[in-house]
């Protein structure tokens, strides 16, 4: 058989979207027939609720792109070796591409893919795509790795990004198709129970509308400095849950920024720094992966956070029960959206973390569940942050008041009122959406009374300060 007659696998993964996909764009430009899969492995089979429900929701748009450039998705199930390697013997494949991931799992299964197919004679090749400067190429001058923010963002906010590259015009079929799967078989979304439908309302996947966000965003980037921390305001990007799979490249993101910061547009620089933060959380995940799992900083292995995920207080902040409204209003939105303002996210992590003194794993592996726009180094890197015992993090004794963030970031409380229906007369439909979509076990209705604060912000504070203090001095 020809060369040019043997097809080239491309491996689908959290990059779900035909521009700017090197791995596609060299398989196209090879001119051999493209079979683009996706494999259900256990990764995927692993993911929370809503990152699950998500994926699916963007496969199903991903089917579709494909479908109008006459290709298609092959979907299989199983260890990703076998199944590429089954698919190598049904398809005579010699080429297998793949976007690279930088997480620890993946990293492992990916390197002995790689081992395995090259020990077959057939050329598996892994390309960029999910970051904007790949995390072994950014360090210090003595070539650490960085482990502050700042100095990492002198070191490439001046950087050349690699312009986007074009979707391929073409995308050459098979003779024969290889069989797939049936995407509604998978029940992506089962775990989403009565949810999904509400969260479903205010979700648009798919790279089409990845960039309609990007451009709607770019229209109000001059409002970005002054609004992106108001929680009642429409200031951030909204681009993290397309970023996160992948429906937009980065790169796109940044020179489509960067542009607008050449005319002169305010926030441009702002924004920029802010997509370097999804950058800087890369890095530290390939350097010192233990970040996802454990203190970044050994010495708060002895904190005495409560690890009790059932304990009463964990299940009322989960149920935004605790009786601070900007904290639940933060928490309520993450459950009919399937997102959370990045200041609420802040205020809700200190919350639990210091007022509760509870454990910022348990808090991580709720937004893990919960989120539409999960990062496995955004989610982990933020929460360390937030705890105090992470990279560049915030010192532990910098404890949110919540009331005051409140006054500060929701000062006519339109974000409260618009997710908290307990207490109002007229609560919004978003307010009553949250009851829609919880568990009936929870028996909860926008009839009940508003609770009672769990903690008294002022001793809840004393509390996680006397902890600290006593830390610092063993």
Known sequence: MPD?????????????????????????????????????????????????????????????????????????????????????????????????????????????????????????????????????????????????????????????????????????????????????????????????????????????????????????????????????EMGTSRLSEYLALGEISPRKVWHRVQNASLVGTLGADVFLRQLAWREFAYQLMFHTPHLLSSNWKSEWTSFPWSTDAGHPVVSAWRRGRTGVPVVDAGLRQMYVTGRMHNRARMIVASYLTKHLMTHWRLGMDWFADCLVDWDPASNAMGWQWVAGSGPDASPFFRIFNPQRQAEKFDPSGSYVQRWVAEGQKNPPETALAYFDAIPLSWGMSPADNYPHPMVNLKEGRLRALDAYQRRETH
């Open 4 to 232: 040019e007659q043997y097809p080239i696998i491309v491996w689908f993964r959290r990059d779900l979207r035909l521009s700017d996909h090197p791995a596609l764009f060299a398989a196209a430009q090879a001119a051999q027939p493209i079979i683009p899969v996706f494999i259900r492995d256990a990764s995927v089979d692993r993911l929370g609720a809503a990152p699950k429900w998500r994926l699916g929701r963007g496969l199903e748009v991903f089917q579709r792109s494909l479908k109008s450039r006459s290709s298609r998705i092959v979907l299989r199930s199983g260890n990703a070796l076998d199944v590429l390697q089954q698919l190598v013997r049904e398809t005579g494949a010699r080429n297998v591409y793949w976007t690279r991931a930088y997480d620890p799992e993946a990293i492992e299964r990916d390197t002995r893919i790689k081992i395995e197919l090259s020990r077959q004679n057939l050329i598996p090749k892994s390309f960029d795509g999910h970051l904007l400067f790949e995390p072994w190429t950014v360090a210090t001058r003595s070539g650490q790795p960085f482990r502050v923010f700042t100095p990492m963002w002198r070191a490439v906010h001046r950087r050349e990004v690699s312009e986007p590259l074009p979707a391929p015009s073409l995308l050459p079929a098979p003779q024969k198709w290889p069989a797939s799967e049936n995407l509604e078989n998978w029940k992506l979304g089962h775990e989403m129970v009565r949810g999904g439908s509400v969260v479903d309302r205010h979700v648009q996947p798919g790279e089409a509308a990845a960039q309609a966000h990007l451009d709607a965003f770019v229209d109000r980037l001059d409002l970005y400095s002054a609004r992106r921390d108001q929680l009642g």
